[in-house]
């Protein structure tokens, strides 16, 4: 699935990189500091479907991904997600 990501504005990375249980994966100053300032803007992180690597839907703002696993995560809802995700899906999300 593709989802709308923020990044950190220092380095370009991820904000979850810059999470302290993620330090050990990365040799990046920036995100082992800990101390993340996010673009507002969020960047489309498209993903691609096999076979025929075919565009995957992208997640609803404020959808809960993985739940019950170490890799949950709940996608962004900010104002500025939100407005990307209904620009590149053409629809409103309902309520
Ligand atoms: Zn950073
Ligand atoms: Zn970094
Ligand atoms: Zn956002």
């Known amino acids: 699935m593709s989802v709308l990501v923020h990044l ?13 249980r993620n330090a050990g994966y990365t040799g990046c100053q920036c995100c082992r500091a800990g101390a993340v300032e996010l673009d507002p803007m969020p960047v489309l992180q498209e993903t691609f479907a096999m076979p025929g690597w075919s565009p995957e839907p992208l997640w609803a703002p404020g959808t809960a991904r993985n739940p ?22 053409g629809r409103a999300e309902a309520g």
Do not use: N, Y
Request: aromatic content about 6%; overall charge negative.
């Open 68 to 89: 019950g696993t170490m890799h949950a995560s709940t996608t962004c809802s900010c104002d500025a997600c939100t407005a990307a995700f209904e620009a590149l899906t």
């Open 8 to 20: 950190c504005r220092g380095c370009g990375h991820h904000g979850d990189w810059h999470l302290p």
